[in-house]
């Protein structure tokens, strides 16, 4: 179907920022455009927690409150690729980040709604 394959995770000090990517290979001719997607983070024993989520044509974009004002998804349907720019970041934002394809728009925080996921990309916010 679809393999996802995240980057652009690092160390930072608090009120930086950062700029993750996720790259998507698309498999049977189905274009990445077609995918809905959606950024999640986790950290260690805790579930996995939506962060954003976009719309195929990229005009409809959906942030989880705790992130809203800080965060920008963004998605490049050309380059098959999928962004979030996280501004002003804090300690608590300190995760593991996954990008996840999804076949529609809906519950987008429901994360058993999404057919692939990438490894993820650590992300460390220092105090």
């Known amino acids: 179907q679809v393999q996802l394959v995240e980057s652009g995770g690092g160390l930072v000090q608090t009120g930086g920022s950062l700029r993750l990517s996720c790259a998507a290979h698309t498999a049977s001719g189905r274009p990445f455009s077609s995918y809905t997607m959606g950024w999640f983070r986790r950290v260690p024993d805790k579930e996995r927690e939506f962060v954003a989520g976009?719309?195929?044509?990229?005009?409809?974009?959906y942030y989880a409150d705790s992130v809203k004002g800080r965060v920008t998804i963004s998605r490049d349907n050309a380059k098959s690729i999928l962004y979030l720019q996280i501004d002003s970041l804090k300690p608590e934002d300190t995760a593991v980040y996954y990008c996840?394809?999804?076949?529609?728009?809906?519950?987008?925080?429901?994360?058993?709604?999404?057919?692939?996921w990438g490894q993820g990309t650590q992300v460390t916010v220092s105090s």
């Open positions: 976009i719309r195929g044509n990229g005009r409809d974009r």
């Open positions: 996840g394809a999804r076949n529609f728009w809906g519950r987008m925080s429901d994360a058993t709604e999404y057919l692939a």
